[in-house]
């Protein structure tokens, strides 16, 4: 968690007044903090209450499953139609469940979308939405002391289906596959929404029992982007969130950043599924880099590498050499890791693998040209600026970022990506070192399946 930061104007080359941003991020109780953007750009706004915890195998499960149950109803609205028509109420503002995996940290909680107080005639909009989603977090629908049996089990066969169905999107599923088995020895291979084992063996008091635990010692992020200003915010939510139970904090969190592979040469896996289309995935350690890392200048690296259709792995593995239907790259800073994805043909394995790793070591050693390095700074840049037009990516930007202890705006780091050099990018580059790489390749039974171009 990030140190007390001060507040901050940004809009970069928005002129208009009406877009300009102020952030302000404090501590507004003990292990609580409230990141606030003021703004008056948009018509909806945002709220995100998020509890951070360790990603592991014997809780993931557990933790993924508890706002799902908390969506489902709270002690003045006990189940989902009386909940949904409470939300109608309020202009149609939704309150969702959220789980997500930011390096070896689970993060989960509730995210609030909903009309911007200016634009309806109710004053206490604002004032209700933030009293009801205090309600979900805080005062659950329960039956005997614990979450309703009926919710749980409901919720645990969803879970059940998301995690058996993601076989059926085979790239997304050998991406996974070779996070599990690069990471095997490390939190980092765990699925947000943990196993079917332990989703199985989740009861009503068990997740109750974890629920209380997350509560009480789980550092919370809050998120704010709205016309309202911070004092206000932080007034209403001290008294909305006055019931929450605090314990002893959890402070032995955090993410493993590890600089080497697992083995001095890279391990390889191979396996067989009824696929017509093999799917090649390579993962890295992006290695000393970590130890200070230069973000814009590994955002610039990994879209001159494959993170662009301008990249090399785009302009020359596919579309050159044919080597691939797909090949694209992407980096993990919160773990420190690069993952490359690309879809081949089954006698491709040999060239396609070589010819991926060729492109890398261009990159390292400065091969590209500078046109190359102005595409990807453009597109590096060109995203980053339009995290500002969207109250989600604007959560998502500063959720990942004060986990990081980083302080740049999206507008910020966009110029330092203008900036990035070609020293930059080799550096960068530089320590990235082969840990795995996975193959799925077909069993002599293959179906169609739709393949990715």
């Not at 200016?118 to 002391?145: H, N, Q, W, Y």
């Not at 050998?174 to 063996?201: K, N, P």
């Not at 969130?241 to 391990?267: A, F, W």
């Not at 037009?389 to 970022?401: I, N, P, T």
């Amino acid at each position: 968690m990030c140190a007390m930061e001060n507040s901050a104007g940004f809009g970069g080359n928005l002129k208009d007044e009406e877009q300009h941003m102020t952030l302000i991020r404090n501590e507004i109780m003990p292990d609580v903090w409230l990141t606030c953007v003021t703004t008056d750009k948009f018509k909806t706004g945002c709220l995100s209450v998020n509890m951070i915890t360790q990603l592991q195998r014997e809780t993931a499960s557990l933790n993924a499953l508890i706002p799902q149950v908390l969506r489902r109803g709270c002690r003045s609205l006990p189940d989902m139609e009386s909940f949904a028509g409470r939300l109608d109420d309020l202009y149609g503002a939704c309150i969702s469940p959220a789980v997500r995996k930011i390096g070896e940290l689970q993060v989960i909680g509730l995210v609030s979308d909903f009309v911007d107080s200016r634009f309806v005639p109710a004053e206490s909009l604002f004032d209700d939405i933030l009293e009801l989603t205090a309600e979900v977090l805080l005062r659950p629908a329960m039956e005997k002391g614990r979450f309703v049996d009926a919710y749980v089990e409901s919720e645990k066969e969803k879970q059940l289906d998301r995690l058996r169905g993601r076989i059926n999107d085979k790239r997304s599923y050998a991406m996974q596959r070779i996070i599990e088995c690069m990471c095997t020895y490390e939190d980092f291979a765990v699925s947000r929404l943990g196993d079917e084992a332990s989703t199985e063996s989740i009861t009503a008091e068990s997740l109750t029992q974890q629920y209380y635990q997350l509560l009480e010692s789980s550092p919370m992020e809050i998120f704010y982007v709205g016309s309202r200003d911070f004092e206000t915010l932080e007034s209403k939510l001290c008294e909305v969130l006055k019931d929450l139970p605090r314990g002893e904090p959890d402070y032995d969190i955090g993410t493993d950043i590890r600089m080497n592979s697992v083995d001095p040469e890279p391990r390889y896996f191979t396996e067989e599924l009824n696929v017509t289309q093999g799917k090649l995935s390579l993962g890295f350690r992006l290695g000393e880099i970590m130890d200070d890392p230069d973000y814009a200048a590994l955002y610039v690296m990994n879209a001159l590498y494959g993170g662009a259709v301008t990249s090399k792995l785009f302009m020359n593995v596919r579309e050159k050499l044919s080597l691939c239907y797909y090949a694209s790259s992407m980096v993990d800073v919160n773990k420190g890791i690069m993952l490359v994805s690309s879809g081949i043909e089954f006698d491709k394995y040999d060239e396609a693998l070589n010819e991926i790793l060729t492109q890398l070591k261009a990159v390292q050693t400065g091969d590209f040209t500078d046109d190359e390095l102005s595409s990807a700074r453009r597109a590096v840049a060109a995203e980053l600026r339009t995290y500002v037009d969207s109250v989600g990516d604007l959560e998502h930007y500063w959720l990942s970022r004060n986990l990081r202890g980083e302080t740049n705006d999206p507008m910020e780091l966009s110029r330092m990506v203008d900036a990035v050099t070609r020293e930059d990018v080799v550096n960068a580059a530089s320590s990235i070192v082969l840990d795995a790489v996975y193959f799925l390749k077909g069993n002599g039974e293959e179906e169609n399946e739709d393949e990715e171009e």
